[in-house]
């Protein structure tokens, strides 16, 4: 990849730090109808994407798109209400280029949340799921090209792509709240359409748990900066043809809306855990 990439992050970066004097350890992604955690963030700084020097601005209803740096339970944390997708027509380098901003700042530990479609049917929609691992279905890699040096290595390992440590403290977390926290494999797919009946069932047989649209090049992008991840999917339907009902955007949203009290009270818990977790 060209050099342009980094130099572009650290400039991106330095705008940010001179915006919010604070240094964030952690990072957060919210994805569609989740974006509420950031709301209730102390001493923030809220900076519209527009406003950040090649940042990409989101354009799918629900996601409002800014960067808010502040603190949730005395934790600096820097988070993304909203990302962009493959599906709007964005690049997977402009995917990931929030990420590697975020990388550029300081951030070593990345919490990325999604909805997402239930495909086992263990699942029961507006549960939580913690990702274990992914299939990537996107046909793509956002590191695909000349390698970046500077972000990490040519070929990165994915062993332990989901920290396994960090699962464990989201299950201390959620065992406290009394919160049940599913496990399990998220299919990532190009989008924008749903997926068939008969693509679902593939997935199932493939080994996927839940289906969604996102996550995954920030995933590859994190691992590569060698960055921690944590991925929480919220299962805001069942994936097509497992329930009978049709999927609508609508239905998708308001079921994240539903479920973010519950999903902002387990986030403020797991922050200050996470940042000892994050040394
Ligand atoms: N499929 C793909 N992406 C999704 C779904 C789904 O059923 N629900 C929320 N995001």
Redesign the pocket.
Known sequence: MSRGEYDKAQEAALFIRERARLEPRIGLVLG?GLGAFAEGLEEASPIPYGEIPHFPVSTAVGHSGRLVIGRSSGVTVAVMQGRVHFYEGYTLKEVVFPIRVLGGLGVRVLVLTN???GINRKLRARGLLLIRDHINLQGSNPLLGANEERFGPRFPDMTEAYSKELIALAQKVARRQRLRLFEGVYAA?H?PS??TPAEVRALARLGADV???STVPEVIAANHLGLRVLGISCV??M??GISKQK?SHDE?LEAGERVAKQFTAFLRALIPVLARGAR
């Open positions: 569609s909805a997402a479609g797919v989008g749903y997926e289906v969604g649209m805001t339907n994936a097509a999927i998708v």
